[in-house]
């Protein structure tokens, strides 16, 4: 198999090799320098690449190309036009312009803009992302060239994911290359965030999935009693994987592979029918991109398989949701992962300094990082004791404490805890070496070695945001510290005072230990860290006067596309919650009540069949069950009527924040209040009378 693997991976990718291979020299260089220097770009340059591009393509059988972008709607966005045109003689030939390859022009206010682009302003604008690698994506339409682009609008404003990621690298580029040229480091001329996110999915069977209209408009089911075995046997986890998951786990690897995609580790995850994959790291807008596309290929392969990948953060109420953990870390030019802890004290201190960024960025702009994880999935996720809490706090574990205690107190760390060693009882196992730190599953931000891992990140979210967030605030720290080390007269007094103070200021953000505790939740609040507990209450940090100032500072955001984010936040949950709440009122008025309204007939019919034959027969079970069915029909029914009203009313309000907090506050409780009548009667209803597979059907039966 790894033969086959080194075969086939990248295959579909216009990667440097094969730009290397199909690009005159003088044209490979000068996009180099683009791709690695930020050069500004040569059209000529741009027309020799694509009619390369075009003719790789064409050989790999594609007809089609499209601008591959990833609008503030989460998901990715395409427009295919063929590679045909027209000659005189009324034959066709194959071409695609330089022209063509920079730029596309898809409908700007068909996508959410926040007011950024009206209705009758249409013109929006794709451009070439030259950084990230061409891909060829092979489906039902045939071959398409995939050309990985920023979307922008007619007055430049960014209207997708991508551009405020690319600005935010490059604002934490510039700050780390200062800070290295004062440790008198002058080879770095780039540095770039490196970024591994795992991907966490539920898989279940189509058949069953398309009787659930639940799942099919709102990604997660709106009903549904637990069944007698959840994840309690703690079984799932790391367990055998079925045949049928397996078969889909292979298609989807050998997919990714050809794409590019470094898909690493797969396993079965805590609750029954959930998964979760995990690539290499790679750079931050690369990691973005493939991202993307894992969740795109999990979404088609699993449909070839008649299963159905179900990417919402709780798709079933009582077992695990799905998260995505954002491991953040940042690499050199020359492959320094600057988050390596060094074995001199030398190191130490420049992995300090970078440390003591980190935690003083996470800390002044909790509210900012919360608000990048945010969405009305991952709601119903976070602080439910299977995922991070609300609360923003920094995991550094026992070797890294050492060296901040060393700091804070002597303003330098001289030595390093090293990790034990585990002599597991048995003399044919060898003795283990133990990391310096265990790990923390609480922690919303916790060092996991070389590498900080962010766990609040929803499974269905882009984690251009949280990227885009964790970035730019790590920028801005940098470049406060290096405007004070820059005119510093004693660098290494200065360097080692600023780390001190640094860390002391800063040292509230950082806990070790139960995230899940009712302790954490008042220490946090007694060290004034901010419990945001929904993605309304995250919202409003993204236009407060301080996220203004750093991300105009860093020209990552401007404040118009800022408070267009916003808005476009408050739109997006509103929506979401009016698309289940009305899928609630749907499903309750034609499959629930009628199902129970003929079960409670059967019942009355029984009673009354048993009575006319025997007048004296005992009939207290059917009764029984009869007032039990007909008292919870009646808290549906008037459950059913509330949640109608309340709907009617926030659909009235034209405010999009007032309107997002309405569904917040009032619909969503509502909600619940249906909910709850019907699970119970999901519990007392023959099964052959029940309208919708159950729980156990959908996570068992695969």
Known sequence: MSDRLTDIFGIDVFSDAVMLEKLPKKTYTALKKTIENGDELDPNVAEVVANAMKDWAIERGATHYTHWFQPMTGITAEKHDSFLSPTSDGKIIMEFSGKELIKGEPDASSFPSGGLRATFEARGYTAW??????????????VTLCIPTAFCSFTGDALDMKTPLLRSMEALSDQAVRILRLFGNNEVTHVSPSVGPEQEYFLIDKT????????????RTLFGAMPPKGQEMEDHYFGCIKERVASFMRELNIELWKMGVTAKTQHNETAPAQHELAPIYTTANIATDHNQLVMECMKRVA??????????????????????????????????????????????????????????AVDEHADLIRVSAANPGNDCRLGEDEAPPAIISVFVGNQLDDLIEQAIINGEATSNMEGGRINVGVHTIPELYTDGSDRNRTSPFAFTGDKFEFRMVGSSMSVGPANTVLNTIVADALCEMADELEMADDLDKAVHDLIKITLSEHKRIIYNGNGYSQEWVEEAKKRGLPNIKSMVDAIPALVTDKSIKVFEKHKVFSKSELIARKDVLYDSYSKAINIEAKTMIMMASSQYIPAVIKYSKTLADSINSIKSAMPDAETWVQQELLMKTSGLLSETQTALQSLSVLVGEANKIENDAKKAVFFRQKVKPAMAKLREPIDALECIVDKELWPVPSYGELLYEL
């Open 129 to 142: 992302d030259c950084t990230s690698p061409a891909f060829l994506r092979e489906d039902a339409l045939g």
């Open 208 to 219: 069953k999935y398309l009787k659930r209209d639940d799942l099919i408009f709102s990604g």
């Open 303 to 360: 449909n070839r398989h008649n299963l159905t990948c179900l990417l919402h953060e709780k798709p079933f109420a009582g077992v695990n949701g799905s998260g995505k953990h954002n491991n953040w870390s940042m690499i050199t030019n020359t492959g320094v992962n600057l988050l390596k802890r060094g074995k001199t004290p030398k190191e130490n201190l420049r992995f300090l300094l970078f440390l003591s960024a980190i935690i003083k």
